[in-house]
């Protein structure tokens, strides 16, 4: 049973910059893809970026040239997340597949004044 397990959320200015952490109980080249996703206050969850295992990268227009999706050579996967603005407030999710979906328990990004 693979295990996902976020961290680095938290409250920022607008403006400002996080790095969410995604570990894996497996190495994430394990995988075909990870990725991140997030659900905003009362809408829907949305792709935010994804990795393929050969490095491979996409991004949501939405985040393009702000947001950057990196891991390291293990378990975790990152995102670093500059120049946030207020409507990049959600709960960011980590996700991978290998038959089955696989989410982390989500972290909270708030982007306030």
């Known amino acids: 049973q693979v295990q996902l397990v976020e961290s680095g959320g938290g409250l920022v200015q607008p403006g400002g910059s996080l790095r969410l952490s995604c570990t894996s109980t497996?190495?994430?080249?394990?995988?075909?893809?990870m990725a991140w996703y997030r659900q905003p206050p009362g809408k829907e969850r949305e792709l935010v970026a994804s990795?393929?295992?050969?490095?491979?990268t996409d991004y949501a227009d939405s985040v393009q040239g702000r947001f950057s999706i990196s891991r390291n050579t293990r378990n975790t996967l990152f995102l670093q997340m500059n120049s946030l603005k207020p409507e990049d407030t959600a709960v960011y999710y980590c996700?991978?597949?290998?038959?089955?979906?696989?989410w982390g328990q989500g972290t909270q990004v708030t982007v306030s004044s």
């Open positions: 497996e190495s994430i080249f394990s995988f075909k893809v």
């Open positions: 996700f991978t597949h290998r038959g089955v979906g696989y």
């Open positions: 990795m393929t295992a050969g490095g491979s």
